[in-house]
Protein backbone atom coordinates (compact mmCIF):
# COMPACT_ATOMS: atom_id res chain seq x y z
CA UNK A 1 0.00 0.00 0.00
CA UNK A 2 1.43 3.08 -0.96
CA UNK A 3 2.27 5.25 2.06
CA UNK A 4 0.51 8.80 2.00
CA UNK A 5 1.80 11.91 0.66
CA UNK A 6 2.58 14.03 3.04
CA UNK A 7 0.42 17.26 3.42
CA UNK A 8 1.99 20.53 1.73
CA UNK A 9 2.82 22.90 4.59
CA UNK A 10 0.60 26.15 4.76
CA UNK A 11 2.97 28.85 5.51
CA UNK A 12 1.40 32.29 5.78
CA UNK A 13 1.61 34.95 3.26
CA UNK A 14 4.23 37.27 4.11
CA UNK A 15 1.65 39.95 3.31
CA UNK A 16 -0.06 42.93 5.34
CA UNK A 17 -4.05 42.47 5.87
CA UNK A 18 -5.72 44.50 2.87
CA UNK A 19 -5.84 47.88 3.05
CA UNK A 20 -2.84 48.27 5.65
CA UNK A 21 0.98 49.17 5.01
CA UNK A 22 3.85 48.95 6.96
CA UNK A 23 6.03 51.96 7.97
CA UNK A 24 9.83 52.21 7.38
CA UNK A 25 12.41 54.25 9.31
CA UNK A 26 12.38 57.58 7.33
CA UNK A 27 8.28 57.56 7.01
CA UNK A 28 8.39 57.42 11.16
CA UNK A 29 11.04 59.55 11.44
CA UNK A 30 9.32 61.84 9.37
CA UNK A 31 6.31 61.20 10.62
CA UNK A 32 7.39 62.70 14.82
CA UNK A 33 9.11 65.36 13.47
CA UNK A 34 6.04 66.86 12.14
CA UNK A 35 4.02 65.57 14.49
CA UNK A 36 6.36 67.46 16.98
CA UNK A 37 6.41 70.81 15.25
CA UNK A 38 2.76 70.57 15.42
CA UNK A 39 2.53 69.54 19.08
CA UNK A 40 4.36 72.62 19.96
CA UNK A 41 2.08 75.19 18.05
CA UNK A 42 -0.84 73.39 19.91
CA UNK A 43 0.68 73.99 22.99
CA UNK A 44 1.84 77.26 22.30
CA UNK A 45 -1.98 78.06 21.96
CA UNK A 46 -2.52 76.32 25.39
CA UNK A 47 -3.92 73.20 24.19
CA UNK A 48 -2.66 70.03 26.82
CA UNK A 49 -1.77 66.26 25.40
CA UNK A 50 -4.09 63.61 25.76
CA UNK A 51 -3.80 59.62 24.88
CA UNK A 52 -6.78 57.79 24.78
CA UNK A 53 -7.08 53.29 24.20
CA UNK A 54 -7.39 52.97 20.93
CA UNK A 55 -10.15 50.28 21.65
CA UNK A 56 -13.65 52.20 22.89
CA UNK A 57 -16.91 50.37 23.06
CA UNK A 58 -19.42 50.48 19.96
CA UNK A 59 -21.57 52.19 22.77
CA UNK A 60 -19.28 55.01 23.56
CA UNK A 61 -17.65 55.27 20.22
CA UNK A 62 -21.95 55.84 18.19
CA UNK A 63 -22.22 55.62 14.44
CA UNK A 64 -21.23 58.84 12.94
CA UNK A 65 -19.68 56.92 10.10
CA UNK A 66 -20.60 58.28 6.03
CA UNK A 67 -19.91 54.43 4.88
CA UNK A 68 -23.11 53.09 6.52
CA UNK A 69 -23.18 49.91 3.96
CA UNK A 70 -19.85 48.84 5.30
CA UNK A 71 -19.87 46.32 7.50
CA UNK A 72 -20.82 47.35 11.38
CA UNK A 73 -21.21 50.35 9.42
CA UNK A 74 -17.62 51.53 8.85
CA UNK A 75 -15.33 50.04 12.32
CA UNK A 76 -13.69 47.43 12.87
CA UNK A 77 -15.83 46.15 15.64
CA UNK A 78 -16.49 42.62 17.91
CA UNK A 79 -17.65 41.47 20.75
CA UNK A 80 -16.13 40.48 24.01
CA UNK A 81 -16.45 37.31 26.23
CA UNK A 82 -19.38 39.48 27.97
CA UNK A 83 -21.16 40.09 24.95
CA UNK A 84 -19.65 44.11 25.02
CA UNK A 85 -19.63 45.01 21.33
CA UNK A 86 -16.22 46.60 21.46
CA UNK A 87 -14.63 48.86 18.33
CA UNK A 88 -10.88 50.17 17.17
CA UNK A 89 -11.62 53.76 17.67
CA UNK A 90 -12.61 55.61 14.06
CA UNK A 91 -11.58 59.54 14.88
CA UNK A 92 -10.09 61.04 17.86
CA UNK A 93 -12.87 62.83 19.02
CA UNK A 94 -15.40 60.34 19.81
CA UNK A 95 -13.44 59.12 22.64
CA UNK A 96 -12.46 62.84 24.01
CA UNK A 97 -16.22 63.31 24.34
CA UNK A 98 -16.10 59.87 26.43
CA UNK A 99 -13.18 61.04 28.31
CA UNK A 100 -14.93 64.52 28.94
CA UNK A 101 -18.10 62.75 29.82
CA UNK A 102 -16.37 60.85 32.14
CA UNK A 103 -14.00 63.23 34.32
CA UNK A 104 -15.99 66.50 33.69
CA UNK A 105 -16.01 66.93 37.46
CA UNK A 106 -11.75 66.59 37.48
CA UNK A 107 -10.93 68.99 34.03
CA UNK A 108 -10.61 72.33 33.51
CA UNK A 109 -13.92 74.59 31.84
CA UNK A 110 -13.19 74.60 28.92
CA UNK A 111 -11.16 71.83 28.46
CA UNK A 112 -8.30 72.31 25.78
CA UNK A 113 -6.76 69.12 24.89
CA UNK A 114 -4.52 67.83 21.54
CA UNK A 115 -3.72 64.14 20.48
CA UNK A 116 -2.00 62.60 17.89
CA UNK A 117 -2.34 58.53 16.93
CA UNK A 118 -3.56 56.00 14.24
CA UNK A 119 -7.26 55.40 13.87
CA UNK A 120 -8.79 52.93 11.95
CA UNK A 121 -12.08 52.65 9.13
CA UNK A 122 -13.35 49.67 7.58
CA UNK A 123 -13.56 51.37 4.28
CA UNK A 124 -13.20 50.29 0.88
CA UNK A 125 -9.43 50.81 0.31
CA UNK A 126 -8.08 51.97 -2.53
CA UNK A 127 -5.03 54.04 -3.91
CA UNK A 128 -3.04 55.92 -1.08
CA UNK A 129 -6.85 55.11 0.81
CA UNK A 130 -5.61 52.82 3.58
CA UNK A 131 -7.64 51.42 6.76
CA UNK A 132 -5.22 52.55 9.42
CA UNK A 133 -3.91 55.94 9.31
CA UNK A 134 -2.61 58.46 11.36
CA UNK A 135 -4.77 61.69 12.90
CA UNK A 136 -3.41 65.06 14.58
CA UNK A 137 -5.89 66.73 16.70
CA UNK A 138 -7.01 69.44 18.79
CA UNK A 139 -10.19 70.53 20.39
CA UNK A 140 -11.84 72.66 23.00
CA UNK A 141 -14.81 71.13 25.13
CA UNK A 142 -17.08 73.41 27.20
CA UNK A 143 -17.56 76.64 25.55
CA UNK A 144 -19.93 78.11 22.77
CA UNK A 145 -18.11 81.00 21.62
CA UNK A 146 -17.55 81.20 18.10
CA UNK A 147 -13.98 82.32 19.33
CA UNK A 148 -12.95 78.96 20.06
CA UNK A 149 -13.98 77.88 16.05
CA UNK A 150 -11.89 81.10 14.93
CA UNK A 151 -8.81 79.94 17.17
CA UNK A 152 -8.40 76.46 15.73
CA UNK A 153 -8.57 78.17 12.31
CA UNK A 154 -5.96 80.24 13.30
CA UNK A 155 -4.07 77.47 14.72
CA UNK A 156 -4.39 75.11 12.05
CA UNK A 157 -2.88 77.78 9.82
CA UNK A 158 -0.05 78.54 12.02
CA UNK A 159 0.49 74.50 12.32
CA UNK A 160 0.56 74.41 8.39
CA UNK A 161 3.18 77.07 7.77
CA UNK A 162 5.13 75.44 10.77
CA UNK A 163 5.52 72.64 9.42
CA UNK A 164 6.46 73.94 5.66
CA UNK A 165 3.42 74.50 3.64
CA UNK A 166 3.65 78.43 2.68
CA UNK A 167 1.18 80.63 2.67
CA UNK A 168 -0.45 80.82 -0.50
CA UNK A 169 -0.25 77.13 -0.76
CA UNK A 170 -3.11 76.39 1.48
CA UNK A 171 -6.41 77.88 2.21
CA UNK A 172 -8.84 76.95 5.37
CA UNK A 173 -12.38 77.27 4.59
CA UNK A 174 -14.88 77.64 6.85
CA UNK A 175 -18.99 76.82 6.39
CA UNK A 176 -21.77 76.20 8.49
CA UNK A 177 -23.96 72.63 8.84
CA UNK A 178 -26.57 75.25 10.57
CA UNK A 179 -26.59 76.87 7.17
CA UNK A 180 -26.93 73.63 5.10
CA UNK A 181 -29.45 72.23 7.43
CA UNK A 182 -30.96 75.64 6.65
CA UNK A 183 -30.89 75.31 2.78
CA UNK A 184 -32.45 71.89 3.19
CA UNK A 185 -35.28 72.88 5.24
CA UNK A 186 -35.89 75.51 2.47
CA UNK A 187 -35.71 72.63 0.43
CA UNK A 188 -38.61 70.84 1.77
CA UNK A 189 -35.82 68.19 3.42
CA UNK A 190 -36.37 69.72 6.94
CA UNK A 191 -34.61 67.96 10.19
CA UNK A 192 -37.41 65.04 10.54
CA UNK A 193 -36.55 60.87 11.05
CA UNK A 194 -38.27 59.92 7.73
CA UNK A 195 -35.76 62.30 5.75
CA UNK A 196 -32.42 61.08 7.83
CA UNK A 197 -31.60 58.73 4.66
CA UNK A 198 -32.01 61.37 1.71
CA UNK A 199 -30.19 64.10 4.53
CA UNK A 200 -27.24 61.88 4.55
CA UNK A 201 -26.78 60.79 0.89
CA UNK A 202 -27.38 65.01 0.26
CA UNK A 203 -24.11 65.44 3.07
CA UNK A 204 -22.03 62.84 1.39
CA UNK A 205 -23.15 64.12 -2.15
CA UNK A 206 -21.93 67.89 -1.36
CA UNK A 207 -18.86 66.58 0.33
CA UNK A 208 -17.73 64.86 -3.26
CA UNK A 209 -17.86 68.39 -5.07
CA UNK A 210 -13.93 68.26 -5.63
CA UNK A 211 -14.09 64.61 -6.57
CA UNK A 212 -17.16 64.12 -8.97
CA UNK A 213 -17.90 67.40 -9.71
CA UNK A 214 -21.06 69.51 -10.04
CA UNK A 215 -22.67 66.89 -12.99
CA UNK A 216 -21.72 63.75 -10.16
CA UNK A 217 -22.89 66.08 -7.65
CA UNK A 218 -26.78 66.04 -8.89
CA UNK A 219 -26.87 63.01 -10.28
CA UNK A 220 -26.72 61.70 -6.62
CA UNK A 221 -29.05 64.49 -5.31
CA UNK A 222 -31.61 62.59 -7.95
CA UNK A 223 -32.20 59.02 -9.09
CA UNK A 224 -28.14 58.10 -8.02
CA UNK A 225 -24.77 57.50 -10.31
CA UNK A 226 -22.95 54.67 -11.35
CA UNK A 227 -18.73 55.08 -11.33
CA UNK A 228 -16.46 53.76 -13.86
CA UNK A 229 -16.26 50.80 -12.57
CA UNK A 230 -20.17 50.32 -12.82
CA UNK A 231 -21.10 50.41 -9.63
CA UNK A 232 -24.65 51.94 -8.78
CA UNK A 233 -24.95 54.68 -5.92
CA UNK A 234 -28.23 55.18 -4.73
CA UNK A 235 -29.11 59.16 -4.45
CA UNK A 236 -31.16 61.19 -2.24
CA UNK A 237 -34.26 61.40 -5.04
CA UNK A 238 -34.78 65.40 -5.21
CA UNK A 239 -36.60 66.63 -7.44
CA UNK A 240 -35.09 69.12 -9.69
CA UNK A 241 -36.52 72.19 -8.06
CA UNK A 242 -35.05 70.61 -4.86
CA UNK A 243 -31.65 70.24 -6.23
CA UNK A 244 -31.46 73.14 -7.31
CA UNK A 245 -31.75 74.80 -4.10
CA UNK A 246 -29.24 72.34 -2.93
CA UNK A 247 -26.46 73.46 -6.10
CA UNK A 248 -27.53 77.02 -5.30
CA UNK A 249 -25.88 76.54 -2.02
CA UNK A 250 -22.78 74.93 -3.17
CA UNK A 251 -22.43 77.62 -5.70
CA UNK A 252 -22.99 80.87 -2.99
CA UNK A 253 -18.91 81.27 -2.53
CA UNK A 254 -18.66 85.17 -3.74
CA UNK A 255 -15.12 87.20 -3.55
CA UNK A 256 -15.27 88.27 -0.10
CA UNK A 257 -16.66 86.64 3.37
CA UNK A 258 -19.42 89.28 3.92
CA UNK A 259 -20.64 88.98 0.06
CA UNK A 260 -20.43 84.98 0.53
CA UNK A 261 -22.76 85.73 4.06
CA UNK A 262 -25.10 88.22 1.88
CA UNK A 263 -25.45 84.72 -0.44
CA UNK A 264 -26.26 82.51 1.86
CA UNK A 265 -28.68 84.97 4.03
CA UNK A 266 -31.07 85.03 0.84
CA UNK A 267 -30.67 81.31 0.38
CA UNK A 268 -32.49 80.53 4.12
CA UNK A 269 -34.49 83.26 4.29
CA UNK A 270 -37.14 81.64 6.31
CA UNK A 271 -35.41 79.19 8.45
CA UNK A 272 -34.22 80.26 11.79
CA UNK A 273 -31.37 77.84 11.80
CA UNK A 274 -29.88 78.31 8.36
CA UNK A 275 -29.86 82.55 9.58
CA UNK A 276 -28.23 81.77 13.06
CA UNK A 277 -25.66 79.86 11.10
CA UNK A 278 -25.21 83.18 9.10
CA UNK A 279 -24.51 85.14 12.17
CA UNK A 280 -21.93 82.69 13.51
CA UNK A 281 -20.03 82.62 10.11
CA UNK A 282 -20.08 86.63 10.11
CA UNK A 283 -18.92 86.17 13.86
CA UNK A 284 -15.83 84.02 13.11
CA UNK A 285 -14.77 86.25 9.94
CA UNK A 286 -14.37 89.21 12.23
CA UNK A 287 -12.20 87.72 14.81
CA UNK A 288 -10.24 85.94 12.22
CA UNK A 289 -10.05 89.78 10.91
CA UNK A 290 -8.95 90.95 13.90
CA UNK A 291 -6.20 88.78 14.42
CA UNK A 292 -4.56 89.26 10.95
CA UNK A 293 -6.19 86.06 9.47
CA UNK A 294 -7.23 87.26 6.25
CA UNK A 295 -8.21 85.77 3.12
CA UNK A 296 -5.31 85.06 1.67
CA UNK A 297 -5.07 82.04 4.58
CA UNK A 298 -9.07 81.65 5.52
CA UNK A 299 -12.36 82.25 3.38
CA UNK A 300 -15.80 81.53 4.00
CA UNK A 301 -16.80 78.57 1.41
CA UNK A 302 -20.43 77.22 1.41
CA UNK A 303 -19.30 73.84 -0.33
CA UNK A 304 -17.40 72.64 2.80
CA UNK A 305 -19.54 69.87 4.55
CA UNK A 306 -17.70 67.27 6.50
CA UNK A 307 -18.34 63.62 5.78
CA UNK A 308 -19.31 62.78 9.93
CA UNK A 309 -22.58 63.02 11.03
CA UNK A 310 -21.59 64.73 14.13
CA UNK A 311 -20.93 68.04 13.47
CA UNK A 312 -23.50 70.77 14.63
CA UNK A 313 -22.29 74.27 13.66
CA UNK A 314 -19.24 75.35 12.17
CA UNK A 315 -17.21 73.45 9.68
CA UNK A 316 -13.40 73.72 8.47
CA UNK A 317 -11.24 72.35 6.22
CA UNK A 318 -7.24 72.98 5.05
CA UNK A 319 -6.79 72.39 1.31
CA UNK A 320 -3.46 72.52 -0.09
CA UNK A 321 -4.09 74.64 -3.66
CA UNK A 322 -0.92 73.58 -5.37
CA UNK A 323 -1.03 71.31 -8.18
CA UNK A 324 1.10 67.85 -8.54
CA UNK A 325 0.46 65.13 -11.30
CA UNK A 326 -1.27 61.85 -10.49
CA UNK A 327 -0.64 58.32 -11.30
CA UNK A 328 -1.90 59.19 -14.84
CA UNK A 329 0.61 62.57 -15.49
CA UNK A 330 -2.20 64.99 -15.36
CA UNK A 331 -2.60 68.06 -13.32
CA UNK A 332 -4.54 68.03 -10.08
CA UNK A 333 -4.73 69.86 -6.80
CA UNK A 334 -2.84 68.20 -4.31
CA UNK A 335 -6.80 68.76 -1.79
CA UNK A 336 -7.75 68.57 1.45
CA UNK A 337 -5.27 67.74 4.23
CA UNK A 338 -7.32 68.80 7.60
CA UNK A 339 -10.72 69.40 8.77
CA UNK A 340 -13.02 69.64 11.83
CA UNK A 341 -15.72 71.24 13.16
CA UNK A 342 -18.74 72.27 16.36
CA UNK A 343 -20.36 68.88 17.40
CA UNK A 344 -21.74 70.17 20.60
CA UNK A 345 -24.19 67.23 20.74
CA UNK A 346 -21.40 64.34 21.14
CA UNK A 347 -21.00 64.59 24.90
CA UNK A 348 -24.60 65.25 25.49
CA UNK A 349 -24.87 61.30 24.36
CA UNK A 350 -22.88 60.41 28.11
CA UNK A 351 -24.53 63.30 30.03
CA UNK A 352 -27.77 64.12 28.87
CA UNK A 353 -26.58 67.40 29.00
CA UNK A 354 -25.43 70.05 26.24
CA UNK A 355 -21.59 70.50 26.17
CA UNK A 356 -20.41 72.77 23.33
CA UNK A 357 -17.25 71.57 21.75
CA UNK A 358 -15.35 72.01 18.82
CA UNK A 359 -12.12 70.85 17.00
CA UNK A 360 -9.82 70.30 14.14
CA UNK A 361 -8.29 67.03 12.88
CA UNK A 362 -4.99 66.62 10.75
CA UNK A 363 -4.63 63.77 8.66
CA UNK A 364 -0.76 63.04 9.08
CA UNK A 365 -0.30 61.06 6.30
CA UNK A 366 -1.69 63.23 3.47
CA UNK A 367 0.32 65.90 4.70
CA UNK A 368 3.44 63.96 5.00
CA UNK A 369 3.08 63.44 1.59
CA UNK A 370 2.79 67.36 0.48
CA UNK A 371 5.24 67.95 2.01
CA UNK A 372 7.23 65.01 0.21
CA UNK A 373 5.63 66.94 -2.80
CA UNK A 374 7.01 70.43 -2.27
CA UNK A 375 10.74 68.89 -1.42
CA UNK A 376 10.10 69.55 2.52
CA UNK A 377 10.69 66.39 3.58
CA UNK A 378 14.11 64.56 3.15
CA UNK A 379 13.97 61.31 1.41
CA UNK A 380 15.74 59.41 3.85
CA UNK A 381 16.49 59.26 8.08
CA UNK A 382 20.22 59.78 8.61
CA UNK A 383 22.08 56.62 9.55
CA UNK A 384 24.26 55.61 12.23
CA UNK A 385 27.87 55.63 12.52
CA UNK A 386 29.04 51.99 12.12
CA UNK A 387 31.92 51.08 13.87
CA UNK A 388 33.62 48.19 12.04
CA UNK A 389 35.06 44.95 13.50
CA UNK A 390 38.14 43.54 12.18
CA UNK A 391 39.39 41.45 14.96
CA UNK A 392 36.84 39.72 16.74
CA UNK A 393 37.89 39.31 20.34
CA UNK A 394 38.48 43.06 20.79
CA UNK A 395 34.85 43.37 20.73
CA UNK A 396 34.83 45.36 23.86
CA UNK A 397 37.21 47.79 22.59
CA UNK A 398 34.63 48.11 19.19
CA UNK A 399 31.99 49.03 22.24
CA UNK A 400 33.88 51.78 23.96
CA UNK A 401 34.06 53.59 20.75
CA UNK A 402 30.37 53.48 20.28
CA UNK A 403 29.19 54.37 23.49
CA UNK A 404 32.08 57.57 23.61
CA UNK A 405 30.04 58.33 20.46
CA UNK A 406 26.65 57.78 21.77
CA UNK A 407 27.38 59.99 24.95
CA UNK A 408 28.40 62.61 22.18
CA UNK A 409 24.69 62.37 21.13
CA UNK A 410 26.24 60.87 17.73
CA UNK A 411 23.91 58.19 16.50
CA UNK A 412 26.46 54.92 16.30
CA UNK A 413 26.66 50.92 16.33
CA UNK A 414 28.62 48.07 16.05
CA UNK A 415 28.67 45.97 13.37
CA UNK A 416 26.88 42.88 14.41
CA UNK A 417 27.04 40.30 11.56
CA UNK A 418 29.98 38.04 10.27
CA UNK A 419 32.99 40.14 10.82
CA UNK A 420 35.03 38.13 8.09
CA UNK A 421 34.14 39.76 4.87
CA UNK A 422 34.82 43.47 5.78
CA UNK A 423 33.30 44.38 2.15
CA UNK A 424 30.22 42.85 3.79
CA UNK A 425 30.68 45.39 6.51
CA UNK A 426 30.93 48.52 4.28
CA UNK A 427 28.08 47.61 2.08
CA UNK A 428 26.23 47.32 5.52
CA UNK A 429 26.84 50.83 6.12
CA UNK A 430 25.95 52.00 2.91
CA UNK A 431 22.46 50.15 3.47
CA UNK A 432 22.49 52.01 6.39
CA UNK A 433 23.15 55.02 5.06
CA UNK A 434 26.04 55.45 7.18
CA UNK A 435 27.73 58.85 7.13
CA UNK A 436 30.78 57.49 8.87
CA UNK A 437 32.43 53.98 9.09
CA UNK A 438 35.24 53.44 12.21
CA UNK A 439 37.68 51.05 11.34
CA UNK A 440 40.51 50.11 14.17
CA UNK A 441 42.53 46.75 12.95
CA UNK A 442 45.07 45.01 15.62
CA UNK A 443 47.64 47.57 13.87
CA UNK A 444 45.51 50.74 14.91
CA UNK A 445 45.31 49.90 18.29
CA UNK A 446 49.17 49.34 19.01
CA UNK A 447 49.58 52.19 17.38
CA UNK A 448 46.80 54.37 19.37
CA UNK A 449 44.66 54.87 16.00
CA UNK A 450 41.98 54.75 14.14
CA UNK A 451 40.83 55.14 10.48
CA UNK A 452 37.11 56.94 9.95
CA UNK A 453 35.88 57.16 6.18
CA UNK A 454 33.67 59.23 5.19
CA UNK A 455 30.83 57.47 3.14
CA UNK A 456 28.77 60.02 1.59
CA UNK A 457 32.25 61.70 0.47
CA UNK A 458 33.47 58.64 -0.89
CA UNK A 459 30.12 57.69 -3.39
CA UNK A 460 30.49 61.67 -4.22
CA UNK A 461 34.56 60.94 -5.07
CA UNK A 462 33.49 58.06 -6.88
CA UNK A 463 31.08 60.06 -9.10
CA UNK A 464 32.84 62.79 -9.94
CA UNK A 465 36.85 62.34 -8.84
CA UNK A 466 38.70 61.69 -12.63
CA UNK A 467 42.33 62.08 -11.44
CA UNK A 468 44.47 60.99 -8.52
CA UNK A 469 45.24 64.29 -7.48
CA UNK A 470 41.41 65.05 -6.95
CA UNK A 471 40.98 62.46 -4.85
CA UNK A 472 43.94 62.91 -2.60
CA UNK A 473 43.05 66.54 -2.54
CA UNK A 474 39.36 65.83 -0.89
CA UNK A 475 40.44 61.84 1.07
CA UNK A 476 37.14 60.66 2.14
CA UNK A 477 39.09 58.20 4.57
CA UNK A 478 41.86 59.47 7.10
CA UNK A 479 43.95 58.43 10.14
CA UNK A 480 43.30 60.23 13.40
CA UNK A 481 44.53 59.37 16.80
CA UNK A 482 42.13 57.58 19.10
CA UNK A 483 41.97 60.22 21.91
CA UNK A 484 40.28 62.22 18.96
CA UNK A 485 37.67 60.19 17.66
CA UNK A 486 34.45 61.71 18.91
CA UNK A 487 36.21 65.38 17.70
CA UNK A 488 36.92 64.33 14.54
CA UNK A 489 33.64 62.14 13.71
CA UNK A 490 31.65 65.08 14.49
CA UNK A 491 33.84 67.15 11.97
CA UNK A 492 33.45 65.01 9.22
CA UNK A 493 29.65 64.44 9.86
CA UNK A 494 28.75 68.06 10.22
CA UNK A 495 30.85 68.00 6.58
CA UNK A 496 28.79 65.42 5.04
CA UNK A 497 25.49 67.52 5.99
CA UNK A 498 27.05 71.09 5.07
Known sequence: ?????????????????????????????????MLAAISDVYQRYGFDPLETSGVETVEALGKFLPDVDRPNEGV??????????????????APLARVYAQHRNDLPTPYRRYAMGP???NEKPGPGRYRQFYQCDADTVGTASMAADAEICAMLSDALEVVGIPRGDYVVRINNRKVLNGVMEVAGLGDVE????????????????????????RALLGAGRKDESGDFTDGAGLTDAQADVVMGFMSAGRDTGADTCAALRDLVDGSEMGLKGVDELEEIAAL??????????????PSVVRGLGYYTGPVYEAELTFEILDEKGRKRQFGSVAGGGRYDDLVKRFTGQEVPATGVSIGVDRLLAALREKGRLSTKAKGPVVVTVMDRDRMADYQTM???LRQAGIRAEVYLGNPKNFGNQLKYADQRDSPVAVIEGSQEKEQGVVQIKDLALGARLAAEMETNEEWKSQPAQM???RSDLVAEVRKMIARADG
Open 479 to 481: EIK
Open 402 to 404: VSE
Open 76 to 93: FGWQDEDETWMALRYDLT
Open 119 to 121: VWR
Open 1 to 33: MAKDKKKKVQRPKALPPKGFRDYFGSDVVERQE
Open 288 to 301: LAAQGYGPDRIVID
Open 194 to 217: GQARERGIVLRAIDKLDRLGETGV
